[in-house]
């Protein structure tokens, strides 16, 4: 059985940081692309950062610089490290196991609220 668990997420305020993870079993976490999503009310998911499974990785436009995606293939858990936070980083974020350029599996996402 897929399982992807999501950890992390909490309040933090404006400037702080937090690293979220996301465990992975019942695939061969080594295989596939890993990917970092959020979604904030009323908004579309989006894409956040992707590890392919070689260990590149892309960012969308506004997280560069600030978030850092890792995976550890040996605890099948990919990172997510979020520095500078802003208020409109607050969502729901998910991760997701990619294959066929596609999110395949999802977790059940860990909240992240920014804010003083």
């Known amino acids: 059985q897929v399982q992807l668990v999501e950890s992390g997420g909490g309040l933090v305020q404006p400037g702080g940081s937090l690293r979220l993870s996301c465990a992975a079993s019942?695939?061969?976490?080594?295989?596939?692309?890993m990917s970092w999503y959020r979604q904030a009310p009323g908004k579309e998911r989006e894409l956040v950062a992707i590890?392919?499974?070689?260990?590149?990785?892309h960012y969308a436009e506004s997280m560069k610089g600030r978030f850092t995606i890792s995976r550890d293939n040996a605890k099948n858990t990919v990172y997510l490290q979020m520095n500078s936070l802003k208020p409109e980083d607050t969502a729901v974020y998910y991760c997701s196991a990619e294959a066929g350029g596609a999110p395949r599996y999802w977790g059940q996402g860990t909240q992240v609220t920014v804010s003083s």
């Open positions: 019942g695939f061969t976490f080594s295989s596939y692309a």
């Open positions: 590890t392919s499974a070689g260990g590149r990785t």
